[in-house]
């Protein structure tokens, strides 16, 4: 159990609303992400953190912002919420560099409507 | 650029037949992780192995077996004996050694049903 919390896990929001995510860690991990997952498209990254207040881009950031100001709590914000953006979504942690593996939250189902 | 391609999109076999899920990744590195994982019913994501570029030794875990190839660069997964509790939707992915914070790029996934 790699102590990974996701909140809420279940939204239904309407579009042009904004909508924060929680990803919340129990052990210090370096590493932190954010994906979304669609039918047929498997697990695609939003965002990821390597440090606090240290982030960058994924393949799918269009509509997302992310924060961490500190090292337990990544947040995952669409500024204004699309029907596009419905989906699963999943944070996971990885244990860093050389091991590369990753471990992933339980998921939040979002629907914008 | 790295890629992961799992070209069977469902397979449904008949519980105690084997099974196996192909996975063909492409990469320009030369030091990389491959993964699996399995995504039951219920959601989670479930990290099942891990396997380094440099250790071609095919890995067994029970019913579970893997099977790493440079030369055709593939990472086949087979289940013996499957299981109606090994149905689930199957990922695999790659990593590069030195990829930027480790980031890690998913095939689609093989959804696997077996049938009572």
């Known amino acids: 159990d790699a102590g990974i919390t996701q909140s809420p896990r279940h939204k239904v929001t309407e579009t042009g609303t904004p909508v924060t995510l929680r990803c919340h860690q129990t052990?210090?991990?370096?590493?932190m992400y954010w994906y979304r997952q669609d039918p047929g498209h498997g697990l695609r990254l939003i965002h990821y953190?390597?440090?606090?207040?240290?982030?960058d881009k994924g393949e799918v950031s269009d509509g997302y912002s992310v924060s961490r100001s500190k090292t337990e709590d990544f947040l995952l914000t669409l500024e204004s919420a699309t029907s596009s953006q419905t989906s699963v979504y999943f944070c996971?942690?990885?244990?860093?560099?050389?091991?590369?593996?990753?471990?992933f939250g339980p998921g939040t189902r979002l629907t914008v409507l | 650029a790295q890629k992961v391609t799992q070209a069977q999109t469902e397979i449904s076999v008949v519980e105690k037949e084997d099974v196996t899920l192909d996975c063909v990744y492409e990469?320009?590195?030369?030091?990389?992780?491959l993964f699996w994982y399995k995504q039951p019913p219920s959601g989670e994501l479930v990290f099942l192995i891990r396997?380094?570029?440099?250790?071609?030794q095919n890995e067994i875990s029970g019913r579970y077996s893997w099977n790493f190839q440079k030369s055709t660069s593939s990472f086949n997964f087979t289940i013996t004996a499957s299981q109606v509790v090994d149905s689930a939707v199957y990922f695999c992915?790659?990593?590069?050694?030195?990829?930027?914070?480790?980031?890690?790029?998913f095939g689609s996934g093989t959804r696997l049903s077996i049938r009572p």
């Open positions: 953190s390597y440090g606090v207040k240290d982030t």
């Open positions: 996971a942690i990885s244990l860093g560099q050389g091991y590369n593996e990753q471990f």
């Open positions: 396997r380094n570029s440099f250790d071609e």
């Open positions: 992915a790659l990593s590069e050694a030195y990829s930027s914070a480790s980031k890690i790029i």
């Open positions: 052990e210090n991990h370096r590493y």
């Open positions: 990469t320009r590195d030369t030091t990389y992780y």
